[in-house]
């Protein structure tokens, strides 16, 4: 009780901020403890919109401990079946990944993401849903989820042992981001766009069309498209329609 009084002591109070837009979106998480972790390390730093999916234990005792003052987070998680129902409406969507690709995508550190996620909101009056992904415990995104975002994140760890914890890694990033929301809040916002940017689900149905076209017009051979989708999608990714 002591060292938790201890800790709970060195802890400082901060001004609110809106953070409401930001969805931290678990997929197929396996120990329940980490989805109460991440609930707890959304919690503290003003984070509310968790998004569950397919997790393989949940609900679970397990979950609600580790949540401890967070259980408010947990019971408004929204557990879905599929990637697609988390992030459809989102307009940003940046995934947590540790490897580097053969065909290379944006890479962010968790600093870089909290600008990019509050230049966001200060360039809307309404901001849109913005969606960051965090993948399996053992084997992260698989390459089919990277190709859903617009950037990758990465946090710099010792390069001797760089394996970070789940909740450990939502705690990194939900921290650098309230920081990010505390130095701008107060600010002008910026201009906003005349037309919102398109959301994933909207991409998604670009992604289709494109496809047929490319396909139709024999730009290339759909049997044998190699990489040319792939090089579509992070170049529309970084224009961001």
């Known amino acids: 009780m002591a060292r938790a009084w201890l800790y709970n002591a060195a802890m400082t109070t901060t001004p609110k901020t809106t953070l409401d837009h930001i969805r931290i979106v678990l997929v197929e998480t396996s120990h329940p403890g980490n989805i109460g972790g991440a609930a ?7 984070l509310s919109q968790l998004y569950l999916v397919r997790p393989q ?4 005792p397990q979950a609600d401990w580790r949540a401890a003052g967070a259980l408010d987070v947990l019971d408004a998680a929204q557990v879905v079946d599929t990637l697609d129902e988390a992030i459809a409406p989102c307009t940003l969507v940046v995934g947590t990944s540790t490897r580097s690709r053969r065909i290379p995508w944006p890479i ?3 600093r ?7 230049a966001e909101r200060g360039a809307h009056s309404v901001p849109p849903p913005i969606a960051l992904l965090f993948g399996r415990e053992t084997s992260g995104l698989t390459n089919e989820e990277l190709q859903r975002c617009h950037s990758h994140l990465q946090i710099a760890a010792n390069p001797d042992y760089p394996s970070l914890n789940l909740a450990m890694a939502v705690q990194v990033v939900a921290y650098e981001i309230y920081q990010a929301a505390l130095v701008r809040d107060g600010n002008t916002p910026e201009p906003e766009w005349d037309r919102p940017p398109a959301s994933a689900a909207e ?3 670009f992604f289709g069309h494109l496809d047929e076209v490319l396909s139709a017009i024999d730009f290339y051979d759909p049997q044998n498209p190699r990489q040319a989708m792939t090089r579509f999608r992070r170049l529309f990714g970084r224009v961001r329609p």
Do not use: I
């Open 57 to 60: 234990r949940y609900p679970d």
């Open 203 to 205: 991409m998604e149905a």
């Open 40 to 46: 707890r390390a959304m919690k503290t730093m003003g």
């Open 112 to 118: 870089q993401t909290a600008d990019k996620v509050l």
């Open 108 to 110: 962010l550190d968790a």
